[in-house]
C-alpha cells in the first residue's frame, strides 16, 4: 500500500467523521447513527463531490423517502420534547419547595450562593442592552453538561435566552446564583443538540461585570 493510498483512506475517514459530528445533526436534528447506512452515506458524500448521482437511488421515489423520513424525526423530536417538558415540570415543582429558592412570577428559579456587592442593574445607569461579564455553567436536569465557561465571558444581555437575561438584571455584581430556567424561557421547541426540545435548564452563574 503506497503512501498517498494511506493518507486517502485516513483523510476520507476523518472528513466523513467531522461531517457526522459537526454538520449532520445541524442540517438534520435528531438524526442518529442507526437511521443511516454508512456504506451509502459515504458513497452519496463522494459522489455529490464529483456531482455524479446514482440515478438508481434519486429517483421518484426518493422525495417520499425523504418526506418519510423527515417525518420520522419530527414524530422523534416531538416525543422527546414532551418528555422533557414533563421532566423539567416535575423538576421545578421540587426544586421550588427547596428552601432559598425564589420564584419569580415569570416562572424563573434561581438561589443565592454568593450575594455579591450592591451594584445591580439599572437601566438609567446601564442602557437597555449592557455587557455582562459572566462566568457558568449550564447543566440539563440529569446533570448533563452542555456547556461552560473556561474563563470570563462578556456578551449583551439581550442577545441570550430570555431567563438568562432576567437573571443577569436581577443579580448584583459579585454575586453567584443558581438558576432554574423553564423551556419557554430558554430554547423551547427549539433546543439545540443535546440540549434538545423544551428542556429545563439549569445554571450556576456568577455575575462579574456590567457596563453600559
Known amino acids: 500500500m503506497s503512501d498517498e493510498t494511506e493518507m486517502k483512506k485516513v483523510m476520507s475517514y476523518l472528513i466523513g467523521y467531522r ?7 445541524q442540517m438534520l436534528p435528531g438524526v442518529q447513527a442507526e437511521d ?29 423517502c425523504q418526506r418519510q423520513f423527515i417525518a420520522m424525526l419530527q414524530e422523534r423530536s ?25 420564584t419569580t412570577e415569570s416562572g424563573l428559579q434561581y438561589e443565592v450562593l454568593v450575594p455579591g456587592g450592591d451594584v445591580k442593574y439599572d ?10 461579564e459572566v462566568m457558568y455553567k449550564g447543566t440539563l436536569v440529569d446533570g448533563t453538561v452542555f456547556d461552560q465557561s473556561r474563563q470570563p465571558v462578556k456578551f449583551n444581555i439581550r442577545q441570550v435566552i430570555p431567563g438568562f437575561t432576567e437573571a443577569l438584571k436581577l443579580m448584583p455584581v459579585g454575586a453567584k446564583w443558581r438558576v432554574t430556567i423553564p423551556s419557554n424561557l430558554a430554547y423551547g421547541a427549539n433546543g439545540p443538540g443535546q440540549i434538545g426540545p423544551n428542556s429545563t435548564l439549569i445554571f450556576e452563574m456568577e455575575l462579574l461585570g456590567l457596563e453600559k
Open 36 to 64: 443511516l447506512v454508512g456504506e451509502l452515506l459515504g458513497r452519496g458524500l463522494v459522489e455529490g463531490l464529483a456531482g455524479k448521482p446514482d440515478r438508481g437511488i434519486i429517483n421518484e421515489q426518493a422525495d417520499e
Open 19 to 25: 461531517i457526522g459530528g459537526q454538520m449532520l445533526g
Open 78 to 102: 416531538n416525543a422527546r420534547g414532551r418528555e422533557n417538558l414533563e421532566k423539567g415540570r416535575k423538576y421545578m415543582e421540587e426544586n421550588g419547595r427547596r428552601e432559598g429558592v425564589v
Open 123 to 132: 437601566a438609567a445607569v446601564h442602557g437597555d442592552a449592557p455587557t455582562a
